[in-house]
């Protein structure tokens, strides 16, 4: 089993729609949890990035943890065709600790 | 403020010759690390830095491999021997904490 996985998709929306995306993880230590966005041929961007449990809000953008369930999420509210990328989630157990990645998700926002 | 920088951009070179990749993080940055990503595949973790720490090697792929960060800044991986199966883009990342911020990433490409 894999420290940390996610369903590689792709996945394809329409424009408006409410995007999920997700990443289930085994190891209970984590406790730092990261989203990053991936366009083609360019390198990942932090979207977001939170401690522990609990929701954060960026604009469209928000990442929940349920450390009791190990399962993470980014929702995507409004999505527009410009969020077309691959979503990698990220974590750590500490913050000087290695960071662990999924494997990504590959998301296609439909005009 | 500048962000991650990586050198060459783009780097072909022959099958049998060594190759250097650099990555200049963002200043203050204690932690960096290097990842492989072949395309459409997810982040292959190569090497982290972290401080002084002895860095973590558990991702190269072989002792033709090698990386080095002088003065807790620059890093530089080195290829030995290039095989074709090398060919993918080599990003490099800097983390002041937990969170990473990644550079636009080397294309190597070996014929």
């Known amino acids: 089993q894999k420290e940390v996985e996610q369903d590689p998709g792709p996945l394809s929306v329409p424009e408006g729609a409410i995007v999920s995306l997700n990443c289930t993880y085994s190891?209970?230590?984590?406790?730092?949890f990261m989203w990053y966005r991936q366009y083609s041929r360019k390198g990942p961007e932090l979207l977001m990035y939170?401690?522990?449990?609990g929701n954060k809000e960026d604009g469209r953008f928000t990442a929940q943890v349920d450390k009791s369930s190990k399962y993470i999420s980014l929702f995507i509210r409004d999505s527009q065709p410009s969020d077309s990328a691959t979503y990698l989630c990220?974590?750590?157990?500490?913050?000087?600790?290695?960071?662990?990645f999924g494997p990504g998700t590959s998301l296609s926002v439909i005009p | 403020g500048a962000g991650v920088s990586q050198s060459p951009s783009n780097k072909v070179t022959e099958k049998g010759k060594d190759v250097e990749l650099r990555c200049d993080p963002i200043?203050?940055?204690?932690?960096l690390y290097w990842y492989r990503q072949s395309l459409g595949q997810g982040l292959e973790f190569l090497i982290y830095?972290?401080?002084?720490?002895?860095?973590?090697k558990s991702g190269l792929p072989s002792d033709r491999f090698s990386a080095e960060r002088t003065g807790g800044s620059v890093s530089t991986l080195t290829i030995q021997r290039t095989q074709q199966e090398d060919s993918a883009v080599y990003l490099c990342?800097?983390?002041?904490?937990?969170?990473?911020?990644f550079g636009p990433g080397t294309r190597l490409t070996v014929t």
């Open positions: 990342a800097s983390s002041p904490y937990y969170e990473q911020y």
């Open positions: 190891n209970s230590a984590f406790q730092y």
């Open positions: 939170t401690y522990s449990s």
């Open positions: 990220a974590m750590s157990g500490a913050s000087y600790d290695k960071v662990i």
């Open positions: 200043s203050g940055h204690t932690a």
């Open positions: 830095f972290q401080g002084n720490s002895a860095p973590d």
